[in-house]
Structure formats: C-alpha cells, structure tokens
C-alpha cells in the first residue's frame, strides 16, 4: 500500500491551473500572449499552467484582466490559496519563531471531537511535557534556522494540550515502541516525560498504545506520522512540510493504516510496562 500525502494538494494546484489554462484558451490567446500582456515571461505561464509554480493573488489578477474574466478573481484566488494551504512549509511558517505555530491548533483540536494520532519516532505533541517539548522544539529552531524561543514555544505547547481535558473529546494515540528510548532533554526530563505517559494514558477519554519493537508479521511497516481528525482531515508531518489531506479516497487509506497499526499496539497493563523498562533503562 502506497500512501501519496501530498496528491491532495497537487491535485487543488492543478485544479486552479486547469481553470486558468481554460481561461487562456477560450479567450484565444497564445501562451506568448497571456505573458505579453500581464508583463512576464511566457516560462512562467507555461508553469502556472504545468501546477510547477503556484500563481500569486496578482497573477491570477492580471490573468483574469486579460482574457476577459475579472469576475472570476475572487474564486481563482480563493481556490489557489485553498490549495496551498494544503501545503504549508515549516521554515516559511516558524520564520519569526515556534511559539505561535502552537497556537493555531487550538481550534482544530477543539473542533474535532474523535483525534487518532500516530508517531514512529516521537511522543505525541498533545502528551509532550515542558521539558521535553522545549528540548525537542529547541532542536526544530536550531534545524530550520529560526530564532530559538524553544522555552515560549514549549509553554504555549503546554496551554494548548489542555484541550485533551475538555470535554467531548476522544483520544486513540499510538506510538512504536523505539519512541519510549529516543531521548530528547537530560534524563530527568526524558523521566518526567515518560512517567506523564503513564499517568495520561489512565484518563477515560485517551486510549494510549505501543507498537512492541519484537512485534512480529507487522500488518503494516511504520509510517510518518499522521493526525486524523474525525474523517474530515489527516494532517501528515514531513521534514519540511505539513501536508494537509482532504480527499476522502486518501483519508480512508490513512484511518485504515492506522486501524491496522492499532491492532498491533499493546494497552493497558502491557503498555505501562514497556513505558516503565524505558525509565529503568535511564539510569
């Protein structure tokens, strides 16, 4: 199975270029023709039309103006903003720091009433402690090349994970097992960090598992990790991305990858223990 997490926002991309390309054409205007008279390079029309170059508020303007289509801007821009937004890079959004990225996921997570999150590598941002969010969000900084406000950032981290306390929530968190040993903070921190997964994974609300490192005839090999919010949206972390799915095809791919990583995790009493082995482990 191959999950493509950026094909929903490509395919809004080549929706917007498909209705400009349109546009072109009925108007009867060569490529060469749209450049000339909205002042650019016809290369460039030629990548607006291909989906390689995503066209700004005022190129959509000045497309629209010359081929006779001006009451078509507001919903060419909105639809190709609509499209990038499904897009978003990490560095061109934390450029002035990380703390208010932590924010603008207050209102997603409190409309969203049934949260499954996955993660390979990493705890969960919702179960994050400060310690261990400010060492992890310093890394990220450091990395992007932004200003560091890992100890800000952390705390606004914090704020926003008292949403998991509000009600009409549910909460399916699964994590592999090799997160519970990749350590970020000195070990009093990682200890703290571990020992908050076993007091969060007792509340009614949260169903907290592992994926066990000797699970064997895994149904599904690891994942990047994913966010489903309800079945209206999966939010994917990349590297240097976060790709936001809509499509319904690809949202079902994602809540049956991770239907099939939750059949593999360990709860309960067995979770708690491998959670307790790794704080053994660090001393």
């Not at 009925?26 to 460039?44: F, I, M, P, Q, R």
């Not at 999966?234 to 499509?247: D, F, I, P, R």
Request: one cysteine or more.
């Amino acid at each position: 199975m191959s999950v493509s997490p950026s094909s929903s926002a490509q395919a809004a991309r080549e929706n917007v270029a498909r209705q400009l390309r349109d546009l072109r054409k009925n108007a009867g205007l060569t490529v060469t023709e749209l450049a000339s008279e909205c002042g650019w390079h016809h290369a460039k029309t030629s990548r607006i039309e291909n989906a390689r170059t995503p066209p700004s508020p005022t190129d959509i303007r000045l497309w629209c103006r010359a081929t006779g289509a001006v009451d078509q801007v507001p919903d060419l821009i909105a639809a190709s903003q609509y499209a990038e937004s499904l897009y978003r890079e990490w560095r061109r959004r934390v450029r002035t720091g990380l703390a208010k990225l932590q924010d603008s996921y207050v209102e997603l997570y409190r409309s969203t009433e049934l949260l499954r999150m996955y993660s390979p590598v990493l705890v969960p941002g919702l179960l994050q402690t400060e310690g261990y969010a400010k060492a992890l969000l310093s890394m990220n900084a450091r990395f992007l090349e932004v200003p560091d406000d890992g100890a800000e950032a952390a705390a606004a981290r914090l704020e926003r994970s008292q949403v998991i306390h509000e009600p009409g929530h549910r909460y399916v968190f699964v994590i592999e097992e090799a997160v519970l040993s990749y350590r970020l903070g000195d070990a009093d921190a990682m200890a703290a960090q571990l020992g908050y997964l076993l007091t969060v994974g007792a509340l009614p609300q949260v169903s907290f598992g592992i994926i066990p490192a000797g699970t064997h005839k895994r149904a599904l090999w690891p994942q990047e990790t994913f966010d489903v919010h309800d079945d209206t949206l999966v939010s994917v972390e990349l590297l240097s991305a976060e790709v936001n799915v809509t499509q319904p095809s690809e949202i079902a791919l994602y809540v049956r990858a991770f239907e099939k990583l939750r059949s593999m995790a360990v709860y309960g009493a067995d979770a708690r223990a491998l959670i307790v082995k790794a704080i053994e482990a660090l001393h």
